[in-house]
């Protein structure tokens, strides 16, 4: 099966087999198998990190050539106990996915995965280097204090009136420090403002992902209640905890994952993930191949950003490398 000219979304798939891996005594995690039971192994690694891995993320990969992986992190979406912060740190996610891949019995695998997604694949890559058949990363997010103070404050100036509803209900005493107040509302022991305060940080998140703003789909996707706690619980907890990565670690330790393949994809107006740290990692990296979408913010849906991805996993298939010259070449950017 061939992806169409313009590498659009492959036809909707259904799992194989899906299944619930108990990886400690108080932590389920949901996976899923589509595809080629025999074909080249990939796994989706989603963003987050409480996002969870949506049924369109089968559609970017050809199911007559990928063994196609989805899972869910540790407290994301179906995975069990939902928005769980106790024993959820990057650390054991990397964990989750190397047991994920014995479980399964697959020697290495491509890597893909987006934003959050991006820094948890290329902390596993480091870890364990010889499980990959190379990457593609969408949206580089590495974790960093400035990125982290970004979001949370910088991203008013473009967003201003998304940052305001982010904020405007935090009571005034509490506005020097808007991490800690959600931190209030999103652990505390009402559910309902529980609920509320993980829509809020959601809504924030969605509205700020797309160059061409979608009221509709902002609204629509609030809708998915799992997602939406996961989220916003999940990201504060990390972000309180610097994403449980020493400062500067993914751009230092790229050397151990330098000789695999890697494209990577970022959105030329992504707020979200500014383009600064994918140019990082691509300095960095030895021949690997950088496309900035000019037409694109953060969000994977936007064109910009989806045709590429989906071109870069095609291309993979093919070839197991990344070439700019031939992908720039073999199709619309």
Not at 34 to 56: L, T
Not at 95 to 122: C, F, P, Q, Y
Not at 241 to 261: A, K, Y
Not at 262 to 286: L, T
Request: proline share 8%; with cysteine; glycine share 8%.
């Amino acid at each position: 099966m061939d992806a169409s000219p313009d590498f659009d979304f492959f036809p909707p798939i259904e799992p194989r087999r899906t299944g619930m891996l108990p990886i400690d005594d108080l932590h389920t995690m949901y996976w899923e198998e589509c595809g080629n039971p025999d074909g080249i192994p990939v796994v989706y690694v989603h963003g987050g990190p409480g996002g969870g891995s949506s049924p369109e993320k089968r559609c970017w990969y050809d199911p007559d050539t990928y063994r196609i992986i989805l899972f869910d992190q540790r407290g994301a979406f179906r995975s069990t106990p939902l928005a769980e912060v106790e024993r959820n740190t990057t650390q054991l996610l990397v964990e989750d996915m190397e047991a994920l891949r014995k479980m399964l019995g697959i020697d290495k695998w491509l890597v893909t995965g987006g934003s959050w997604g991006t820094t948890l694949s290329l902390a596993y890559g480091q870890t364990y280097p010889d499980a990959c058949l190379g990457f593609v990363l969408r949206g580089i997010f590495l974790g960093s204090p400035d990125e982290i103070d970004w979001f949370l404050h910088g991203m008013r100036r473009f967003f201003p009136k998304a940052h305001d509803d982010f904020i405007s209900w935090i009571p005034q005493q509490e506005k020097h420090d808007i991490l800690t107040a959600y931190e209030k509302r999103l652990f505390g022991k009402d559910a309902d403002a529980r609920m509320d305060a993980a829509r809020r940080w959601f809504k924030y998140t969605e509205a700020c992902s797309l160059l061409r703003q979608d009221p509709a789909l902002i609204e629509e996707a609030v809708k998915n209640d799992p997602v939406v706690y996961g989220t916003g619980r999940l990201d504060a907890f990390y972000f309180r905890n610097s994403m449980f990565l020493e400062p500067g670690s993914l751009l230092r330790d790229i050397g151990r994952i330098s000789h695999l393949p890697v494209m990577i994809i970022q959105g030329g107006h992504d707020v979200i993930a500014p383009p600064a740290a994918a140019y990082s990692i691509h300095r960095a990296w030895p021949g690997s191949v950088l496309h900035i979408a000019p037409d694109a913010g953060h969000s994977p849906a936007e064109p910009g950003i989806r045709s590429k991805v989906i071109q870069a996993i095609e291309y993979f298939k093919r070839n197991k490398r990344f070439d700019a010259a031939a992908l720039q070449a073999s199709g619309p950017v």
